[in-house]
């Protein structure tokens, strides 16, 4: 059951801290989201991923690909993205929003995470945001039928 419902751009900005002692640095990603497998959503409510990711001193606005999952009953939003570092290795970003009434906004729009090496090593962790007062209308804007997992996304 492999067909597009919807889909939607997400940006998130923050920082990271590498675990190496260099300091805060900017993090950053802009993101296509798309349910391309149905199935794949109805049961976990998975979307891909791609778009472009920027890590201060590890991927300077480099590709970006992976999913995300959006459980709502079990108070969960996870982000996957992979991308190659400017030194060629293969890391991810991951993180998880963890949506709570209480503190809806908050929860919302904050996401705490790790950048991680070529065998899940934590490089760094992470914590984004989502700018309400400057992205709330561009990224509703972005809501539109869903593409296909093959199709290539401009970003």
């Not at 959006?70 to 400017?86: C, H, K, M, N, V």
């Not at 899940?120 to 997992?149: Q, S």
């Amino acid at each position: 059951m492999s067909f597009p419902l919807y889909g939607f751009t997400e940006t998130m900005r923050g920082t990271w801290t590498p675990l190496d002692g260099s300091g805060r640095k900017t993090l950053w990603f802009r993101a296509e989201a798309d349910v391309t497998d149905a199935r794949a959503y109805l049961k976990r409510g998975r979307l891909s991923l791609t778009g472009k990711l920027h890590a201060e001193g590890l991927a300077d606005e480099v590709p970006a690909s992976g999913h995300l999952e959006i459980q709502p009953l079990s108070g969960r939003i996870g982000y996957e993205l992979e991308f190659t570092a400017d030194d060629g290795r293969r890391c991810r970003f991951v993180g998880e929003k963890s949506p709570s009434l209480r503190h809806l906004l908050k929860s919302m729009t904050t996401l705490p995470g790790d950048v991680q090496g070529p065998d899940g090593e934590r490089l760094g962790t992470a914590l984004l945001y989502f700018d309400l007062k400057n992205d709330l209308l561009p990224f509703l804007g972005t809501f539109r039928r869903g593409r296909r997992a093959s199709a290539e996304v401009a970003t």
